[in-house]
């Protein structure tokens, strides 16, 4: 198909006109014929065959069956009770038909003693088989009986109401291919559909659409699914290697006094093997003359942090500065601390700037920067502030990336000349391999998959809220040992007042239950110097229980606490329970967490709960929130571009996406321009593409 005609907008078939296309446009998101053709169902129904009525009852979906009308006849008094009942049999069996609503249409329509076609999902009324609302169509010798896979299209409520309902759709799809039955170019090579028995684009798309069988159907569905992330991962692979082609770093050939010092005699613990070989990478990065863009996942607790002050040191010994950026003031003063104490031995000074930071203190700081004497920067969003200027910065650490926006990174490269500073980015939200491959594609990922040796697992039990007595009593025992505590309650996207109601009504029964026991409120409609203060209190042992919502979820490390009760933990996903309950188990001490929820759990909800307690591993956990939620719900993925897929899921497609992943490397290994002649088509699409995208592709 031309792209001329592909590029005609949708207003122009027949039935569809301005109004339409307006729909269409808001929302389904489609514009043009291209769009319409790329707008794939997301399931079929199965017209290839009859089932007798003596099996309707085992069938959980839509069937096909026929049958013979007994008697068909309007039942009810009034209006808004009436129903339209027919009762059908054939040589097996007999069902009932049920239509709800204004049925004035059916009168005559369906004859006692005639064969009728019908389709519909079956389900069981008092014992019986019953219909409702099914399709019909009166039966003869000519009528088709195997119509093939039926597609059904992705609509919304508004459009269906618009006329853009599944069946509509499916009729416009159809008018496009049959008005221009041009050939769609090829985007892939051809060589690469013959090793991997991949179809034709064109014919791909034709049969995803008209599905002569099932095979026909499966095998054009992975052969779109394998297109899309492959192209997705080409994207990122190339805008990875032509970054790392045009940008160039800082290259710190050096591992000097600094490092050295504080790896033989300064670092207070060994370092985990996974540590060691994270280090190893980011060396390699820091050495080889482009800028280093690594993102650093681990855990809760693993040890990321002393990674960071081993590329600082690197940074130090080759003459450079250093800045983490986090994203909480309480955040920020723990790094600062933390780093400060690893590196009191060695005589080597830590900065901290906040909003809180004293002017004075400011002035000192500001001058330390510009001369070159203060090496290491910690702060949160004040380090990006213009005033703020660095002699040679190097080395940029940032802590939980989803938490700053492109913008203000880029303000933070601007601080660097002539080259911009090398990249860390730290998060301990685990990340399933398959979204950090899209989400994260284009950059280098290290991964610290174990956990500081002597360090005790926390210990997850899952019980209902009549447990919630025991739990408390449990609560006062750990605060009589001298321990700290969390109490959670969920605060979900647009129930804020109903949510700040059970936290307040949670205060209150613990008050009740525990006067004597120091507790205090940290909620999201605080203001930033109110959560400071009660954060601080609660750090320094003043607060014993801390009545919280998930704004603790990444947060500060408080060793004394050994306990989180988590109210209503059938309300969050899988890896927000996992971060919550990282904000324990971070002392030698043994620490629980507690999971409460209602006496009516979705089975999705048991599974969650279960795993909860079955394991500790965040990326296990991450895997498996992955395929219970869909990537568009895992935080911080919710805005990526990469992730809106039209036919492949992350979460049933990881191995196409691994496969393609693996693809796409091995393709531009071999030809990195993409100038062959069997790639000239790949690069087209790939070209088109990327004109219409705003590239920030050169800041992390």
């Excluded at 019908?118 to 119509?147: A, C, I, W, Y």
């Excluded at 008018?175 to 991997?196: C, G, M, S, T, Y």
């Excluded at 510009?370 to 660095?390: K, M, N, W, Y």
Aim: charged share 25%; glycine share 8%.
């Amino acid at each position: 198909m031309g792209s001329s005609v592909l590029d005609t907008s949708v207003a122009f078939l027949k039935g569809a006109g301005p109004r339409k296309a307006v729909v269409f446009k808001e929302e389904l998101g489609i514009a043009t014929y291209a769009d319409l053709v790329t707008h794939f169902p997301f399931r079929y129904e199965d017209r290839t065959k009859l089932t007798p009525l003596s099996e309707l009852a085992q069938k959980t979906h839509n069937v096909q069956f026929l049958g013979v009308v007994l008697s068909a006849e309007t039942l009810g008094t009034t209006k808004s009770r009436q129903r339209f009942v027919a009762h059908i049999q054939d040589k097996s069996g007999s069902a009932a038909l049920i239509w709800f609503g204004k049925t004035d249409w059916l009168v005559g329509r369906l004859v006692p003693g005639k064969v009728y076609l019908f389709f519909g999902k079956p389900t069981l009324f008092q014992g019986m088989v019953q219909v409702s609302h099914p399709e019909f169509e009166l039966f003869s010798d000519g009528t088709p009986v195997n119509r093939g896979l039926e597609p059904v299209y992705p609509s919304t409520e508004k459009s269906r109401k618009s006329g853009l309902g599944p069946m509509q759709i499916g009729k416009f799809v159809r008018q496009v291919w049959e008005q221009f039955p041009v050939k769609i170019a090829e985007n892939l090579p051809h060589d690469l559909l013959q090793r991997l028995d991949l179809p034709d684009r064109n014919t791909a798309l034709r049969q995803v659409h008209f599905p002569p069988d099932e095979p026909s159907m499966q095998k054009a569905r992975l052969r779109l699914k394998f297109e899309e992330l492959f192209m997705a991962q080409m994207r990122l692979l190339r805008k990875r290697d032509l970054r790392k082609a045009q940008q160039k770093g800082f290259p710190f050939e050096k591992v000097g006094g600094a490092f050295l010092d504080f790896y033989k005699h300064h670092l207070p613990f060994s370092l985990t093997g996974a540590q060691e070989q994270v280090i190893k990478e980011i060396r390699y990065d820091l050495g080889s003359g482009s800028q280093m863009n690594r993102l650093l996942q681990g855990d809760v607790g693993s040890g990321k942090t002393v990674v960071a002050v081993f590329s600082m040191l690197l940074a130090l010994d080759n003459g450079f500065q250093s800045v983490l950026l986090a994203p909480t003031e309480i955040l920020a003063q723990q790094h600062a601390q933390s780093i400060q104490e690893l590196l009191n031995p060695m005589g080597l000074k830590v900065g901290l700037l906040t909003g809180s930071t004293k002017t004075a203190a400011r002035k000192v700081l500001h001058q330390a920067l510009r001369d070159g004497s203060l090496p290491i920067l910690v702060g949160t969003h004040a380090v990006l502030e213009d005033v703020v200027q660095f002699k040679q910065l190097g080395l940029a650490v940032i802590d939980e990336q989803h938490r700053f926006g492109v913008a203000q990174r880029a303000r933070l490269w601007n601080k660097s000349t002539p080259l911009p500073p090398h990249v860390l980015v730290m998060t301990a939200t685990p990340i399933p391999r398959t979204l950090a491959m899209t989400r994260y594609g284009d950059l280098d990922v290290s991964i610290i998959n174990e956990l500081p040796p002597g360090r005790k697992p926390v210990r997850t039990v899952h019980r209902h809220e009549a447990y919630r007595l025991e739990a408390y009593n449990f609560l006062k025992g750990q605060i009589q040992e001298g321990r700290q505590a969390y109490l959670v309650y969920p605060l979900i996207e647009g129930s804020e007042s109903l949510d700040f109601r059970d936290l307040l009504e949670g205060f209150e029964r613990l008050k009740k239950a525990m006067p004597e026991v120091p507790a205090d409120l940290l909620h999201g409609q605080m203001k930033p110097a109110e959560k400071e203060d009660v954060m601080r209190r609660f750090v320094k042992g003043e607060v014993k229980v801390l009545v919280a919502t998930t704004v603790i979820e990444v947060g500060v490390n408080v060793p004394n606490a050994t306990l989180m009760v988590i109210e209503s933990a059938e309300r969050f996903g899988l890896s927000q329970l996992h971060q919550l309950r990282g904000r324990v188990g971070r002392g030698a001490d043994q620490s629980w967490c507690i999971l409460l929820t209602g006496p009516k759990l979705s089975e999705e909800g048991k599974a969650r709960m279960r795993i909860m307690c079955e394991t500790n591993d965040g990326f296990k956990i991450a895997e498996k929130d992955l395929e219970l939620r869909g990537p568009g719900e895992i935080e911080g993925t919710r805005q990526s571009g990469d992730l809106k897929f039209k036919i492949a899921d992350l979460a049933e497609d990881r191995l196409i996406m691994h496969h393609a992943r693996a693809e796409a490397e091995a393709l531009l290994g071999q030809d990195p321009e993409l100038s062959l002649e069997k790639h000239q088509g790949l690069k087209r699409y790939l070209q088109v593409r990327e004109e219409s995208r705003n590239d920030w592709s050169m800041i992390s």
